[in-house]
């Protein structure tokens, strides 16, 4: 029988904090810009204009059929060979972070789009009549009218998503990259207490997410009876 030994954790916790924060600074990154572009991705597909529509098809179809991980794998391997050549930048520059940013962001936005283009659909078409009757342009109408509606219905489907996003960031372990889980697993690795680490680590993901899921579920049902 394995012989828990947690003497590790107390010291290494702000290590861990510091793999936390990565963890956090990607997730809200990804979130923001995610999106900014799923919602373009979603403007883009609803568009009349035909090239405009295939092209966010096309993208939320691709993001959506390929691994998490390899997109990653990709924008580790792919990402920071581009800037040195682009931008001039030494080799050997660290671009772990930025990578997994970019990559979390463009990946995560395929779903965005499609939580953000529901959301539009679900603004009954009244309104943009309406808004044209006053003289907006699809423009403003889409700006002012549609999509004030749209966010107000979809923020607990975003905010779902991103609860997700946060559980996925441990995949940057693939670059070998500090985060929270990476963290945990360096310390227990180096301690010989591999277990117990990563059984404290799933318990402060549970935690969270836990929590953040009831937020999210107390906001919803505040919007029901709103």
Known sequence: M??????????????????????????????????????????????????????????????????????????FLIVPRLLESLLGLPRGTDMRLASAIAGFALFEAAYYSEIIRAGIQSVPKGQMGAASALGMTYGQAMRLVVLPQAFRNMVPLLLTQGIILFQDTSLVYVSALADFFGAAYKVGDRDGRLVELLLFAGAVYFVLCFTASRIVRHYQNRLKTA
């Open 2 to 75: 394995h012989d828990y030994d947690w003497s590790s954790i107390p010291n290494s916790l702000p290590f861990l904090w510091d793999g936390m924060k990565i963890s956090l600074e990607i997730t809200l990154s990804a979130v923001v810009f995610g999106i900014i572009w799923g919602t373009l991705l979603a403007l883009m597909r609803l568009s009349p204009v035909k090239p405009l529509s295939w092209f966010a098809a096309g993208y939320v179809n691709l993001f959506r059929a390929v691994p998490l991980v390899m997109v990653l794998l990709w924008f």
